[in-house]
């Protein structure tokens, strides 16, 4: 079983629709990331996480340290957001924030 | 400020041969980590430098290795390449501290087909 789980694995939408994709881990962690990657392999990190909620334009990310569980929301979702979303964790038993483990990545179509 | 930069962008090798990828960070970045991505196992932790040393290794052969310069820029080296090398390799730098956890800045990669 895969430390970081990632649910769904592949979701489509239409543009203006609200986008919940979420993340488990079964581990001690220190802090959570969510990040993008666009088509052509450049990641973007859109938050970092600890405990409560982010938000940042339209995007909401949110953790619950107790239930392990983690995430990113999209409000008013537009074709640019089409892209892979990673969930990536550092592990509290690492001593370095660096060594992300990643979930297996969310690809998202937002059509017209 | 610059962003994360890799040089080179795309590289073809042949099995067998060796390969030296580069990662310059932003500026003022003192730890450089590097992931290995592909499509069957995804994106992998691979190693993490700080102020010259490696801090962190990931599951890798000892085929790949690294070094961080007194500047912060990273190479990274494979030698006797094969063909499940072939890959997307990131480098990714952040601002670090033994106490606090930071956000990750990645470059674009560089893409290795290994035929």
């Known amino acids: 079983k895969n430390e970081v789980e990632q649910s769904p694995q592949n979701l489509t939408a239409q543009e203006g629709e609200f986008i919940t994709i979420n993340c488990s881990y079964s581990v001690g962690i220190s802090a959570l990331h969510w990040l993008q990657q666009h088509p052509g392999g450049g990641i973007v990190s859109l938050f970092m996480?600890?405990?409560g909620k982010k938000k940042h334009g339209r995007l909401i990310a949110t953790i619950n340290i107790q239930e392990k569980h983690s995430s990113l929301h999209i409000t008013a979702s537009h074709p640019r957001d089409s892209a892979v979303y990673i969930c990536a964790v550092s592990l509290t038993n690492t001593g370095t924030a660096s060594k992300l483990t990643f979930g297996t990545g969310t690809r998202l179509q937002v059509t017209l | 400020k610059a962003g994360v930069t890799q040089t080179p962008r795309y590289l073809i090798k042949t099995r067998g041969q060796q390969v030296t990828l580069s990662c310059s960070p932003i500026?003022?970045?003192?730890?450089v980590s590097w992931y290995q991505q592909t499509p069957g196992q995804g994106l992998q932790f691979l190693f993490e430098?700080?102020?010259?040393?490696?801090?962190n290794k990931g599951n890798f052969p000892g085929r790949f290795s690294g070094r961080q310069f007194s500047n912060s820029r990273s190479e990274m080296n494979v030698s006797t390449l094969e063909l499940g090398d072939s890959a997307l390799y990131l480098c990714?730098?952040?601002?670090?501290?033994?106490?606090?956890?930071?956000?990750?800045?990645f470059g674009p990669g560089t893409r290795l087909t290994v035929l």
């Open positions: 990714a730098s952040s601002l670090w501290s033994p106490s606090s956890y930071n956000e990750q800045f």
């Open positions: 996480l600890s405990s």
């Open positions: 500026s003022g970045h003192r730890s």
């Open positions: 430098y700080f102020s010259e040393t490696q801090r």
